[in-house]
């Protein structure tokens, strides 16, 4: 088999132009992969699927969905109002908050990684509410200006509470990793949203995989039946950052 691309956090934006050299690297490289898994935060904010798209992202969009790998999407916190006539566009299917991919008999879980940062009492209480349907229903009922004003508000304030919280509230719990791999029996987790790329392994056992988040560069977890890879990559280069190889 070829390999399997996973990515998080493009954050693709007007003012996130520099995102989009790296994007097309991954264009050329996921022409020839397997699959493609975008684990959520694509954009850096989305409030319906009637929202206007700049043409240079418009056509990074078109050249997602010309891919003739499989494309699979799990929302982020920032797209998670990404509905059918997107996903259409992207070609992709979407996929529950957590999900699994096997690969030579190892199960891996797939999430955006927001449900695990459990010490942000906060941030998870807004979660819920946010994605509630009368929420989403109440939501997309408002007209598109307002819908992106509320948006725009909503990212100023969370910049500025992020500045002022503990580094280690935005952070994964340990405890919510651990019971979420064993509710799935697995012991690799690969998500994203924290933008602290790594391979973590614990004496447990278990290993985290978090991928970056995108601007000049780009972040990239790629898998084959004989390693996992974290990398980082321009349109000129690609670094290898730390390989995984899954115990037989």
Not at 197 to 218: F, L, M, N, Y
């Given at each position: 088999?070829?390999?399997?691309?996973?990515?998080?956090?493009?954050?693709?934006?007007?003012?996130?132009?520099?995102?989009?050299?790296?994007?097309?690297?991954?264009?050329?490289?996921?022409?020839?992969?397997?699959?493609?898994?975008?684990?959520?935060?694509?954009?850096?904010?989305?409030?319906?699927?009637?929202?206007?798209?700049?043409?240079?992202?418009?056509?990074?969009?078109?050249?997602?969905?010309?891919?003739?790998?499989?494309?699979?999407?799990?929302?982020?916190?920032?797209?998670?109002?990404?509905?059918?006539?997107?996903?259409?566009?992207?070609?992709?299917?979407?996929?529950?908050?957590?999900?699994?991919?096997?690969?030579?008999?190892?199960?891996?879980?797939?999430?955006?990684?927001?449900?695990?940062?459990?010490?942000?009492?906060?941030?998870?209480?807004?979660?819920?509410?946010?994605?509630?349907?009368?929420?989403?229903?109440?939501?997309?009922?408002?007209?598109?200006?307002?819908?992106?004003?509320?948006?725009l508000?909503?990212?100023a304030?969370?910049?500025?509470?992020?500045?002022?919280?503990?580094?280690?509230?935005?952070?994964?719990?340990?405890?919510?990793?651990?019971?979420?791999?064993?509710?799935?029996?697995?012991?690799?987790?690969?998500?994203?949203?924290?933008?602290?790329?790594?391979?973590?392994?614990?004496?447990?056992?278990?290993?985290?995989?978090?991928?970056?988040?995108?601007?000049?560069?780009?972040?990239?977890?790629?898998?084959t039946?004989?390693?996992?890879t974290?990398?980082?990559?321009?349109?000129e280069?690609?670094?290898?950052?730390?390989?995984?190889?899954?115990?037989?």
């Open positions: 088999m070829a390999e399997v691309l996973i990515i998080a956090d493009v954050h693709l934006a007007p003012a996130n132009r520099a995102a989009l050299q790296p994007w097309q690297a991954l264009m050329r490289r996921a022409a020839k992969a397997d699959g493609l898994y975008l684990l959520g935060d694509l954009f850096d904010y989305w409030v319906g699927d009637d929202q206007p798209i700049p043409a240079e992202i418009g056509a990074a969009l078109d050249q997602l969905a010309a891919l003739p790998c499989p494309k699979f999407f799990i929302s982020g916190n920032r797209d998670f109002l990404i509905g059918q006539e997107l996903l259409d566009r992207m070609g992709a299917k979407p996929l529950p908050d957590v999900a699994t991919l096997s690969i030579n008999d190892h199960k891996l879980v797939l999430c955006h990684g927001d449900t695990l940062c459990t010490d942000d009492v906060a941030y998870q209480a807004m979660r819920q509410q946010l994605r509630s349907p009368a929420f989403r229903c109440d939501f997309l009922s408002k007209p598109l200006d307002e819908r992106l004003a509320i948006a508000s909503l990212r304030k969370s910049r500025t509470e992020s500045s002022s919280k503990p580094e280690d509230i935005m952070d994964v719990n340990p405890a919510a990793v651990r019971a979420l791999l064993k509710a799935e029996a697995a012991v690799i987790l690969l998500h994203g949203h924290t933008h602290r790329p790594a391979i973590h392994r614990e004496a447990s056992g278990i290993t985290r995989i978090v991928t970056g988040d995108w601007g000049a560069k780009g972040w990239l977890i790629a898998i039946p004989e390693q996992i974290l990398e980082c990559f321009t349109g280069m690609t670094e290898i950052v730390d390989t995984l190889k899954p115990a037989a």
